[in-house]
């Protein structure tokens, strides 16, 4: 068991370190500049801007219409042709960069279609021409012949190696020079074969292109027996970053071209934001107040957790990140609802306790006790329901899920360990 001044302490420092990480970038008038926060945990780099991401409804963006070309594929396949498409699509998007992006599938009679709706993205040329690669990675050798002006000439396909062997390719920097650089990592089957093609490549090109086109052409230096593979020569970052997507991306099983390209400005997404954070507030405002007069003095104990509980919940968002959509916040304001629930359970359980005739102390220590099943099974079968809307739910339909979620798991922290803190230190005052 922790001791009452240990938790309250914790419940310092985790309120300290929420209105640190909740704070804007910048406050001039507090003269306050929050750094990005950059830890290394096991070795891996976290870094989190601490900004909150916003979907597209909020921050603007575009919404693309793909059109897919079954033609080529058997009507029986065609189905799961689609979905192996919207998982492709959705994972190089998240390559590219873009927030919880939304990729959904549409079909009518043989119209296959992908939604995909991309938030803040501002380059969306780019965007489109990752998206619609259908990437089909070769790996070429120099030929013997004069060269030539055709790239598919001077390099002729090297037929037992293909993108299939290769297993990641990873954009980092050299570790000795800083240089940026492409790692590549060959499946074991395709770590045997690169290794014959670099001992009989050494000092020689080996080339990699994309849908018939060069993307690179590095020359072998060395054998590489174990698969793991180093490509340089002046890279850029930008440049690593954009190569290894490429690698990653997988073959589309149907060509795809977009039918139909909106921008959604962002001006709607403000003020759908000023009017949420009225929103919030007012429900806010109407709970504490229903808290005060219904239950005095615990009423203001409970409001003061209930702040607590907001300041955590925000900071929770910006580290994961949460992508945070109308959805999204719908389903915050609701877990704010939620997190007094347990507050009421135990306050009415506390007043039946001092009915019975226990004392004060004696009846707060009972009523957490005792209303704790309840309390219990009503959080697990919301996350219940929490984890089916995101598990067969799509776009604003997770979001909400999630939001809710978190909501309800740090609703639960907080009326267990903080407002029970609370109430312990405020009895013996």
């Given at each position: 068991?922790?001791?009452?001044?240990?938790?309250?302490?914790?419940?310092?420092?985790?309120?300290?370190?929420?209105?640190?990480?909740?704070?804007?970038?910048?406050?001039?008038?507090?003269?306050?500049?929050?750094p990005p926060l950059n830890v290394c945990i096991l070795g891996i780099n976290f870094t989190r801007d601490l900004e909150i991401k916003e979907g597209l409804d909020l921050a603007g963006g575009t919404r693309l219409t793909l059109q897919a070309d079954m033609s080529k594929v058997d009507p029986a396949d065609r189905?799961?042709?689609?979905?192996?498409?919207?998982?492709?699509?959705?994972?190089?998007?998240?390559?590219?960069?873009?927030?919880?992006?939304?990729?959904?599938?549409?079909?009518?009679?043989?119209?296959?279609?992908?939604?995909?709706?991309?938030?803040?993205?501002?380059?969306?040329?780019?965007?489109?021409?990752?998206?619609?690669?259908?990437?089909?990675?070769?790996?070429r050798e120099a030929g013997s012949a004069t060269p030539s002006a055709n790239p598919l000439s001077n390099f002729p396909i090297i037929t037992n190696l293909s993108g299939k062997d290769l297993k990641k390719a990873t954009a980092a920097f050299d570790p000795s020079t800083s240089e940026p650089i492409v790692q590549l990592q060959f499946s074991s089957d395709g770590a045997t074969k690169f290794?014959?093609?670099?001992?009989?490549?050494?000092?020689?090109?080996?080339?990699?292109?994309?849908?018939?086109?060069?993307?690179?052409?590095?020359?072998?230096?060395?054998?590489?027996?174990?698969?793991?593979?180093?490509?340089s020569g002046g890279f850029t970052a930008p440049q690593t970053k954009q190569l290894a997507i490429l690698l990653n991306s997988g073959a589309l099983p149907a060509p795809v071209h977009v039918i139909e390209q909106r921008t959604v400005g962002a001006t709607l997404g403000q003020d759908s934001i000023n009017k949420s954070i009225v929103a919030g507030l007012i429900g806010l405002s109407i709970v504490a107040l229903f808290m005060i007069g219904n239950y005095g003095k615990l009423g203001l104990v409970a409001d003061l957790a209930l702040a607590i509980y907001s300041l955590l919940a925000l900071a929770v968002f910006k580290l994961i990140p949460v992508t945070m959509t109308l959805a999204g916040i719908a389903g915050?304001?609701?877990?704010?609802?939620?997190?007094?629930?347990?507050n009421i359970l135990v306050f009415e359980r506390m007043k039946e306790e001092i009915r019975w005739g226990r004392n004060k102390i004696a009846a707060m220590e009972l009523g957490f006790v005792r209303a704790f099943p309840s309390i219990r099974d009503s959080n697990?079968?919301?996350?219940?329901?929490?984890?089916?809307?995101?598990?067969?739910?799509t776009g604003s339909v997770r979001g909400f899920?999630?939001?809710?979620?978190?909501?309800?798991?740090?609703?639960l922290f907080t009326a267990i360990v903080i407002t029970r803190t609370l109430l312990r230190l405020f009895s013996h005052a």
């Open positions: 068991m922790f001791s009452k001044n240990f938790l309250i302490w914790i419940i310092l420092a985790l309120t300290a370190a929420a209105i640190v990480v909740d704070l804007p970038a910048s406050v001039p008038r507090l003269k306050f500049n929050r189905s799961q042709a689609l979905d192996s498409l919207q998982g492709i699509i959705e994972r190089r998007v998240n390559l590219y960069g873009v927030s919880e992006p939304l990729v959904q599938t549409s079909k009518s009679g043989n119209d296959y279609r992908i939604i995909v709706e991309l938030a803040g993205i501002t380059n969306v040329q780019q965007a489109i021409d990752l998206i619609g690669q259908t990437a089909n990675l070769t790996f290794q014959n093609i670099t001992e009989r490549n050494l000092h020689k090109q080996v080339a990699i292109f994309l849908d018939n086109q060069q993307l690179l052409a590095p020359t072998v230096n060395t054998v590489i027996p174990n698969g793991q593979a180093v490509i915050f304001i609701l877990s704010v609802g939620m997190a007094v629930d347990a697990v079968s919301s996350l219940i329901t929490c984890a089916i809307l995101y598990e067969f739910g899920a999630l939001t809710l979620a978190i909501g309800i798991l740090i609703s």
